[in-house]
């Protein structure tokens, strides 16, 4: 079975982020139902904690990551990566 290890690297207060948090839950709720969808993780990182990940994404939260790489940042939209992630499979 594949694995997705996703991180929504974002900050407290931030609307997009809160908007972001909503859609990525959302389609692991939706996928978590599928046989053919990869087993998902999700890991919420603030860039308040971190100085690098805020030098390299403040003016791009919320940003989303696949196993790493960025998926996405600003408005993460949920046809687009539930295809990213039913790809992995």
């Known amino acids: ?8 690297i ?6 997009l982020c809160d908007d972001a948090r909503t859609v990525v839950t ?5 996928l978590s139902t599928r046989t053919d969808a ?3 993780t999700l890991d919420e990182v603030s860039i308040l904690d ?7 994404y403040v003016e791009e939260i919320p940003v989303l990551l696949i196993n790493g790489r960025v998926h996405n ?3 993460i939209d949920p046809v687009r990566l539930t295809t990213a ?3 992995l499979t």
Not at 1 to 8: D, E, R, W, Y
Not at 10 to 15: M, Q, V, W
Not at 26 to 30: A, C, K, P, Q, S
């Open 10 to 15: 974002g900050k407290p207060g931030c609307h």
């Open 26 to 30: 959302g389609v692991i709720d939706d």
């Open 73 to 75: 940042y600003w408005r």
């Open 38 to 40: 990869p087993s998902i």
């Open 50 to 56: 971190d100085p690098a990940l805020s030098a390299k």
């Open 85 to 87: 992630l039913l790809e």
């Open 1 to 8: 079975m594949a694995t997705a290890s996703l991180t929504l």
